[in-house]
């Protein structure tokens, strides 16, 4: 069974500065999705970036961005020039490559931003 | 702004009442979904719908009946809820089929409290 994990349950960064939250899967699978999921304090689920395992180009999205190594497992988001808005709890989420398969969460990250 | 819509945002009902949760979505997707996410975890997977047939029931009581009317529309029926019920429950669709079918969105969630 496939496994998601996030080892840092709260962060904090201070405002303008950069940020990395940690993500680890397991699977047996070859072909497979990845996902960063914002949910701020609203409870609305957003999302942050996706990335897909065949690809080995790194995703960006604006400040945020994937450091996806496939070999080790491991999927971590950096988030650069932080800003209060991206105050929220992040979740890491996997995805097999069947297209009603299950989304996988691990435990999520609350992200606090100081100003 | 969401493309899956929700309501009723917030709902209060006893034990006793019968009540509907509904989803809406205008992007086409083919897959639907309802989560239920307590506070400070992630989302949990109670149904999926694919093509408006039920491919997956997580092993929900029956008091949650899950009606897929038309490839749009989802909605979840609730009776005889027990208070350990109150949570959020996200709706959330995606495509079926090729590299785009993998991206699963939610909406702002229903809030649900049973009393």
């Known amino acids: 069974a496939q496994t998601v994990t996030q080892s840092q349950p709260e962060m904090s960064v201070q405002e303008a500065e950069t940020v990395t939250l940690s993500c680890t899967y397991d699977?047996?699978?070859?072909?497979?999705?990845l996902f960063w999921y914002k949910q701020p304090p609203s409870r609305q689920m957003i999302l942050v970036i996706r990335?897909?395992?065949?690809?080995?180009q790194n995703a960006t999205e604006n400040r945020f961005s994937v450091n996806f190594q496939k070999a080790a497992k491991s999927f971590s988001l950096k988030i650069s020039d932080s800003q209060l808005g991206d105050a929220a709890m992040y979740f890491c989420?996997?995805?097999?490559?069947?297209?009603?398969?299950?989304?996988?969460f691990g435990q999520g990250t609350t992200l606090q931003v100081k100003p | 702004d969401t493309e899956v819509t929700q309501t009723p945002k917030h709902l209060v009902m006893g034990m006793t009442n019968k009540k509907s949760l509904k989803c809406e979505q205008h992007?086409?997707?083919?897959?639907m979904y309802w989560y239920k996410q307590k506070a400070k975890k992630p989302p949990e997977l109670m149904f999926v719908?694919?093509?408006?047939?039920?491919?997956i029931n997580e092993s929900v009581p029956s008091r949650f009946s899950p009606e897929c009317p038309n490839s749009s529309l989802l909605n979840l029926h609730l009776h005889a809820l027990q208070p350990e019920d109150s949570a959020l429950y996200l709706c959330?669709?995606?495509?079926?089929?090729?590299?785009?079918?993998?991206?699963?969105?939610f909406g702002e969630g229903s809030w649900l409290t049973v009393v």
């Open positions: 959330a669709s995606s495509q079926v089929g090729g590299t785009r079918g993998n991206t699963i969105y």
């Open positions: 699977t047996s699978e070859s072909d497979y999705y």
């Open positions: 990335q897909e395992a065949y690809k080995q």
């Open positions: 989420a996997y995805r097999g490559s069947s297209n009603t398969g299950k989304l996988i």
């Open positions: 992007m086409g997707h083919r897959a």
């Open positions: 719908y694919s093509y408006e047939k039920l491919s």
